[in-house]
């Protein structure tokens, strides 16, 4: 559908070499989103990022003070013909959206002032789950020329699963590294595309105007998908998100109904290496990693029966015994119940509390786990 005009337009289809198998993985694909999710099995896709048109309801020509035009505030893309117009194109991406993710699949959408609210509103009437919203903070936002309003320096994203109850993947772990070993916060301070990474023509026009960052997508990528998993981007303009999963190893499925768009995003695609799987191993979280019980330390040589434990500050010690129990005075018991019963307190984490002298120093067992889980695997 033409939503700007509300009636039916001959989009750009897919030629009979691009009709798209079930899914079309890492390609391209020419033509409308909402028909050609259609087409798309249900349930093959483990995530979809949408970067939609977002209805900036701008009125004629927007001028820098040296009297040049602002890119990408009359674009024909951008521009519908009223409120429920827009609405209902939401509505018909998103219920297509919700259809092709997995049950653990999950689907984040980026949009301004001008349209993520009434995004999120439909999100909810679709039974989707917020689970975040995002604030790209912007490092070099465009400034207010006007001098009318505040600085647009964000945009948000929304991060939703399928449902209230369903599973889905956050590699808490790897967003930690990536910050370097702090909790990843939901304001996120990237720069706007630019440098060597902005694509233009030859006269040096913006190919696209509102190209996103390959630093944004690969945040959210590696948030919320596995390597190997299927990313698909219903509006994908010049190949943001196809470039960028396609080198952290995830297949991808890219629609874009601009044919121009979709040329250089095949170009563009087609120059990245995809990164060998060692690299791009997500870090496990540890509740994904496989259980390691504490006798097995004992029988793999790691302790040894009769070997003393201690507490934080040598302040508690105990036993260890060969069936994986501790001794300390008169009880026995699992690591958690005997560093429990020491403290006097309701619950442990005997891996945590309990320590075990290495070279004069104190090391948690918890790290003799570590070591046993990686000769393991």
Request: include cysteine; hydrophobic fraction near 40%; aromatic fraction near 8%.
């Given at each position: 559908m033409d939503y700007a005009q509300g009636r039916p337009q001959n989009s750009?289809?897919?030629?009979?070499?691009?009709?798209?198998?079930?899914?079309?993985?890492?390609?391209?694909?020419?033509?409308?989103?909402?028909q050609l999710m259609a087409r798309l099995a249900s349930g093959s896709v483990d995530m979809v990022f949408a970067d939609p048109p977002y209805n900036l309801q701008l009125q004629g020509e927007l001028?820098?003070?040296?009297?040049s035009r602002v890119d990408g505030v009359e674009e024909d893309w951008d521009r519908f013909a009223d409120f429920a117009t827009y609405d209902k194109f939401t509505q018909d991406w998103l219920t297509q959206a919700r259809r092709v993710l997995k049950p653990d699949g999950s689907l984040w959408v980026i949009g301004s002032y001008h349209n993520i609210f009434r995004v999120g509103a439909k999100l909810q009437d679709l039974g989707f789950w917020i689970l975040n919203d995002i604030v790209w903070r912007?490092?070099?936002?465009?400034?207010?020329?006007?001098?009318?309003?505040?600085?647009?320096?964000?945009?948000?994203m929304i991060w939703a699963a399928r449902g209230e109850k369903a599973r889905y993947t956050f590699n808490y772990q790897a967003m930690k590294a990536l910050n370097e070993d702090l909790q990843m916060r939901s304001d996120w301070l990237i720069p706007i595309c630019g440098g060597p990474e902005r694509l233009r023509e030859e006269d040096g026009a913006k190919v696209h105007p509102t190209q996103k960052p390959e630093a944004l997508l690969h945040r959210a990528i590696l948030a919320a998908s596995k390597p190997g998993a299927t990313i698909l981007d219903p509006f994908a303009g010049t190949g943001t998100t196809c470039a960028v999963a396609k080198r952290l190893g995830r297949h991808w499925?890219?629609?874009?109904?601009?044919?121009?768009y979709a040329a250089w995003a095949r170009e563009r695609v087609a120059a990245i290496e995809p990164g060998a799987s060692d690299a791009v191993a997500t870090t496990a979280s540890?509740?994904?990693?496989?259980?390691?019980?504490?006798?097995?330390?004992?029988?793999?040589?790691?302790l040894k029966p009769g070997q003393l434990l201690y507490g934080p500050g040598r302040r508690h010690t105990a036993k260890v015994r060969a069936d994986g129990s501790l001794v300390s005075a008169d009880a026995t018991g699992s690591i958690h119940r005997i560093g429990a019963q020491v403290q006097g307190a309701p619950a442990c984490n005997g891996w945590i509390f309990w320590h075990v002298e290495t070279k004069g120093a104190l090391v948690p067992i918890d790290t003799l786990r570590q070591q046993l889980r990686a000769r393991l695997n």
């Amino acid at each position: 559908m033409d939503y700007a005009q509300g009636r039916p337009q001959n989009s750009p289809q897919p030629s009979d070499s691009e009709d798209p198998a079930l899914p079309p993985l890492d390609r391209v694909l020419v033509g409308d989103c909402v028909q050609l999710m259609a087409r798309l099995a249900s349930g093959s896709v483990d995530m979809v990022f949408a970067d939609p048109p977002y209805n900036l309801q701008l009125q004629g020509e927007l001028l820098r003070p040296n009297h040049s035009r602002v890119d990408g505030v009359e674009e024909d893309w951008d521009r519908f013909a009223d409120f429920a117009t827009y609405d209902k194109f939401t509505q018909d991406w998103l219920t297509q959206a919700r259809r092709v993710l997995k049950p653990d699949g999950s689907l984040w959408v980026i949009g301004s002032y001008h349209n993520i609210f009434r995004v999120g509103a439909k999100l909810q009437d679709l039974g989707f789950w917020i689970l975040n919203d995002i604030v790209w903070r912007k490092t070099n936002p465009m400034p207010n020329f006007r001098g009318k309003r505040f600085t647009n320096a964000h945009e948000t994203m929304i991060w939703a699963a399928r449902g209230e109850k369903a599973r889905y993947t956050f590699n808490y772990q790897a967003m930690k590294a990536l910050n370097e070993d702090l909790q990843m916060r939901s304001d996120w301070l990237i720069p706007i595309c630019g440098g060597p990474e902005r694509l233009r023509e030859e006269d040096g026009a913006k190919v696209h105007p509102t190209q996103k960052p390959e630093a944004l997508l690969h945040r959210a990528i590696l948030a919320a998908s596995k390597p190997g998993a299927t990313i698909l981007d219903p509006f994908a303009g010049t190949g943001t998100t196809c470039a960028v999963a396609k080198r952290l190893g995830r297949h991808w499925i890219g629609i874009e109904r601009d044919p121009k768009y979709a040329a250089w995003a095949r170009e563009r695609v087609a120059a990245i290496e995809p990164g060998a799987s060692d690299a791009v191993a997500t870090t496990a979280s540890k509740r994904e990693e496989p259980r390691i019980p504490f006798g097995w330390l004992i029988e793999h040589g790691l302790l040894k029966p009769g070997q003393l434990l201690y507490g934080p500050g040598r302040r508690h010690t105990a036993k260890v015994r060969a069936d994986g129990s501790l001794v300390s005075a008169d009880a026995t018991g699992s690591i958690h119940r005997i560093g429990a019963q020491v403290q006097g307190a309701p619950a442990c984490n005997g891996w945590i509390f309990w320590h075990v002298e290495t070279k004069g120093a104190l090391v948690p067992i918890d790290t003799l786990r570590q070591q046993l889980r990686a000769r393991l695997n």
